[in-house]
């Protein structure tokens, strides 16, 4: 059995040019082991001898972390014990999405359970918010505490949470007691919101780790998804909205309870000096793999937690934060990351997660519910399309289709509401004309939102960890994670505000003027990263933000990948291809 690993090299600077670049794959036919003796020699970028090739810089095969996760991984099938580390990690993106989700139809049949009347929009936005304020809070610390206490103790302190928050909403006869349920909630909802990710990002081999990604992606709309049909289901059950929010208890028992018996990431084991752990979970992700190959991974990972500069742990994060800020690829990566999240919320999709149920009844729908599922129906399946495209096509790619069609059904809403004319009375809302054929266009339009939302910018944001280098990851998916919740928490609070004081009209066209303003962010600043390895996201970001660069090198790594695969299982002497 012949396992190749590809020697690459590349221009120094992608952006020079983007036809000239000459791409080099050897493959060791006498010995794999000899290939993993030669890219873990180095792990740096370096360069290449004076001369014609002055100016390249050879690119290992593998990014910082995973030269002999390449070798473990290339002729080898996704193991059962990392299918289940995945879908355990994702329950945590379920309750994301469950717990974001079931308040926008609980919010209709809370009625006057609290306090004994009807809330007002302003409380309405504090109960929303204060789960995306909670998020917020424990998202800026998620990273660091990952790293001293562990992924795998973070995500069960977040179950924790969600237990406290569950049952603090349950008991609520008060406004106060159920935001304060939200609260805890959503600290719960920060932890697993980072963790999960990072966590299945941590376990997944290299070569389907932006899929795994998706995955966690999928049961978050999932979970938005099963929230919309348990409110429509329970809309009209007395106190419907305390067995929802019970409801949320039982996939995060099945979590808790399955953590008990797995083990962290091999890459955590490895921080906390824990060889032997490491090396046992290595073996048990990657059952065909030889010791020798394990003990390379381990070796490796020491490495690298070693380049983590600094002798006590406040030290790290200050140096890391230093390192994040003042390296300017990582800076820049910085901006994509923090850009495209608040993108993700400043265009207004959970103004619709989370009052769907409340424009709905504004527009005249009696089962505001039952419409809400048919939208975060579209998030499901077109994340599920994002899934199989988000490779193939490119995050790029995706963005650029998404948005504008985001933009386009926008303004329609816009124009649509526009003519609806509505008007707001404290509480509730009037509609000038009854309902009418503009109440169908508006559904229609935020379907057709709800499609291009979920293609591109719902997901793509998530995949932020490829932006950063490993030294920074922790704390730059913390900013991202962050500013995503910010995000949230401000459209949290203020959207049914926004819809009174400057009209919903008002509010889609503020929508559809940042969307178009987003078009052009991501078509400057935000390259094609799908196929490339990370030290070449480093490089690609080193100068620039090297778009052109960028899409002819994912092209050509795409084309390596289809090149390799071809010569699997002919050892070859040396191909140089000018592509
Ligand atoms: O990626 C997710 C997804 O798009 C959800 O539908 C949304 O509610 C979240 O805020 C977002 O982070």
């Known amino acids: 059995m012949g396992i190749h690993i590809p020697y690459i090299t590349s221009k120094a600077s992608p952006s020079n040019d983007s036809d000239g670049d000459s791409v080099v794959l050897s493959n060791d036919h006498e010995s794999p082991m000899k290939s993993v003796k030669l890219t873990s020699e180095t792990h740096e970028i370096q360069r290449a001898p004076a001369g014609d090739e002055e100016d390249r810089i050879q690119i290992k095969p593998v990014n910082d972390e995973d030269d002999t996760s390449v070798m473990i991984t290339f002729n080898q099938s996704i193991s059962p014990f990392i299918i289940i580390l995945t879908f355990v990690a994702s329950i945590s993106g379920f309750l994301f999405g469950y717990d974001t989700g079931y308040i926008s139809s609980a919010l209709i049949s809370i009625g006057t359970d609290l306090d004994n009347k009807v809330l007002t929009y302003g409380e309405k936005e504090i ?39 569950a049952v603090v909403q349950v008991s609520a006869h008060t406004f106060w007691q159920m935001a304060i349920g939200r609260l805890v909630m959503g600290f719960g909802v920060g932890i697993g919101s980072l963790i999960s990710p ?175 599922i048919i939208v975060s129906g579209t998030n499901f399946i077109f994340t599920l399309v994002a899934f199989f495209c988000i490779d193939k096509i490119g995050r790029r790619t995706i963005l650029l289709i998404g948005l504008p069609g985001m933009t ?53 944001p998530w995949q932020q960890s490829e932006l950063f280098p490993q030294n920074v990851r922790g704390v730059g998916t913390s900013y991202a994670t962050a500013t995503n919740w910010a995000g949230s928490l401000v459209i949290a609070s203020t959207f049914l505000t926004m819809l009174q004081n400057i009209t919903p009209a008002g509010s889609f066209a503020f929508f559809a003027g940042l969307s178009c303003l987003s078009v052009v962010f991501c078509y400057f600043c935000y390259p094609e990263l799908s196929g490339l390895e990370l030290e070449e996201v480093q490089t690609i970001l080193k100068d620039g933000f090297n778009i052109k660069a960028s899409k002819a090198l994912a092209k050509k790594r795409k084309q390596q990948v289809v090149r390799v695969q071809q010569l699997k299982y002919e050892p070859t002497e040396e191909v140089i291809e000018d592509i």
């Open 127 to 165: 109960i929303t918010a204060a789960t995306s304020l909670g998020a917020l809070i424990t998202s800026i610390f998620a990273g660091t505490a990952a790293d001293i206490y562990g992924r795998k103790r973070c995500l069960m302190g977040s179950n924790l949470m969600f237990v406290i928050g």
């Open 198 to 372: 990072l966590f299945i990002s941590e376990i997944a081999p290299k070569m389907i780790r932006g899929r795994l990604t998706v995955i966690n992606s999928l049961w978050l709309t999932g979970g938005q998804l099963v929230a919309y049909g348990c409110g429509a289901g329970l809309n009209y059950v007395n106190n419907g909205w305390r067995i929802l929010v019970g409801l949320s208890l039982v996939p995060t028992a099945v979590q808790f309870t399955c953590l008990c018996f797995l083990p962290d990431t091999p890459r955590y084991y490895v921080m906390k000096g824990d060889l032997k752990k490491a090396s046992e979970v290595l073996r048990r992700s990657y059952t065909d793999t030889s010791e020798e190959i394990i003990d390379r991974k381990v070796e490796e990972l020491v490495k690298l937690n070693h380049s983590i500069p600094g002798k006590n742990v406040p030290e790290r994060v200050w140096n890391t934060i230093k390192e994040l800020h003042t390296v300017p690829s990582n800076l820049r990566a910085l901006v994509i990351g923090c850009g495209l999240q608040a993108i993700q919320q400043f265009t207004g999709w959970n103004s619709l997660m989370y009052f769907s149920g409340t424009i709905f009844e504004t527009v005249g729908f009696k089962n505001s519910s039952a419409v809400s």
């Open 408 to 460: 386009m059904a926008l303004v329609v809403c816009a124009i649509a509401f526009h003519y609806l004319g509505i008007s707001f009375d404290g509480t509730s809302a009037v509609v000038a004309s009854g309902f009418s054929s503009w109440g169908i266009v508006i559904i229609i339009f935020i379907i057709v939102f709800a499609a291009f939302y979920a293609l591109g910018i719902g997901t793509v």
